[in-house]
C-alpha cells in the first residue's frame, strides 16, 4: 500500500491551519485544475467528525467521485478521514498540526491502495503515487499562501 509523508512548515496560527484544512471552501480553491467541488454531504463551511463529503472532479482524465467521512477529530491537532465510497479500493489520509517556532507544523500521511491487485500494486508505484504526492503538494502549497495571508477570513471567522 503507497504512503505519502508531507510536511509543510506555515508561518500561521496552527488553529487557523487546522480549520482552512477542513474547510469545503478552502479546499476547493486549492485543488485548481481538476475541477474539484463538493457535490453531498457538508458541501460549504467546515467538516468535522462523522461528516461526509462527495467529492466530483476530473483526475488523469477521467471524471470520478469520492466519498470520504471524518473518522477521528481532534482540534487543533488531528484529523482523520476516510474513503467511504470511490475509485480507491482504501483510501485514509491523517492531518497533524504540531507547534512550530514560526507557527504551525502540518504533517500529512495519505495511504491508499488502487482497487485492480497487482496490476493497481504497478500503477500506484509507477504513477499515481507520483500523481497523488504532487497533487498533495500543490494543495499545501496554497494552503499556506492562505493561512499566512489575510485570505484565510474569506474561509473562516476569526480564529
Same mark, same amino acid.
Given at each position: 500500500?503507497?504512503?505519502?509523508?508531507?510536511?509543510?512548515?506555515?508561518?500561521?496560527?496552527?488553529?487557523?491551519?487546522?480549520?482552512?484544512?477542513?474547510?469545503?471552501?478552502?479546499?476547493?480553491?486549492?485543488?485548481?485544475?481538476?475541477?474539484?467541488?463538493?457535490?453531498?454531504?457538508?458541501?460549504?463551511?467546515?467538516?468535522?467528525?462523522?461528516?461526509?463529503?462527495?467529492?466530483?472532479?476530473?483526475?488523469?482524465?477521467?471524471?470520478?467521485?469520492?466519498?470520504?467521512?471524518?473518522? %477521528? $477529530?481532534?482540534? &487543533?491537532?488531528?484529523?482523520?478521514?476516510?474513503? =467511504?465510497?470511490?475509485? *480507491?479500493?482504501?483510501?485514509?489520509?491523517?492531518?497533524?498540526?504540531?507547534?512550530?517556532?514560526?507557527?504551525?507544523?502540518?504533517?500529512?500521511?495519505? %495511504? $491508499?491502495?488502487? &482497487?485492480?491487485?497487482?496490476?493497481?500494486?504497478? =500503477?500506484?508505484?509507477? *504513477?499515481?503515487?507520483?500523481?497523488?504526492?504532487?497533487?498533495?503538494?500543490?494543495?499545501?502549497?496554497?494552503?499556506?499562501?492562505?493561512?499566512?495571508?489575510?485570505?484565510?477570513?474569506?474561509?473562516?471567522?476569526?480564529?
Amino acid at each position: 500500500m503507497p504512503v505519502i509523508e508531507l510536511s509543510t512548515v506555515i508561518s500561521a496560527p496552527r488553529e487557523r491551519v487546522f480549520d482552512l484544512a477542513r474547510s469545503i471552501d478552502a479546499h476547493q480553491d486549492s485543488t485548481e485544475g481538476t475541477s474539484e467541488r463538493a457535490i453531498a454531504g457538508v458541501t460549504t463551511g467546515l467538516i468535522g467528525l462523522n461528516d461526509e463529503v462527495t467529492w466530483e472532479a476530473r483526475h488523469l482524465g477521467l471524471r470520478q467521485r469520492l466519498t470520504v467521512r471524518v473518522t %477521528e $477529530f481532534n482540534r &487543533p491537532q488531528h484529523f482523520q478521514d476516510i474513503m =467511504v465510497a470511490g475509485a *480507491f479500493k482504501s483510501m485514509k489520509h491523517d492531518h497533524e498540526f504540531l507547534e512550530h517556532p514560526t507557527g504551525t507544523q502540518m504533517n500529512d500521511r495519505f %495511504e $491508499f491502495q488502487s &482497487p485492480i491487485g497487482i496490476l493497481g500494486k504497478i =500503477v500506484d508505484q509507477l *504513477f499515481l503515487r507520483a500523481y497523488m504526492e504532487r497533487f498533495l503538494v500543490h494543495r499545501n502549497v496554497i494552503l499556506r499562501k492562505l493561512a499566512e495571508s489575510k485570505e484565510w477570513s474569506r474561509y473562516l471567522a476569526q480564529v
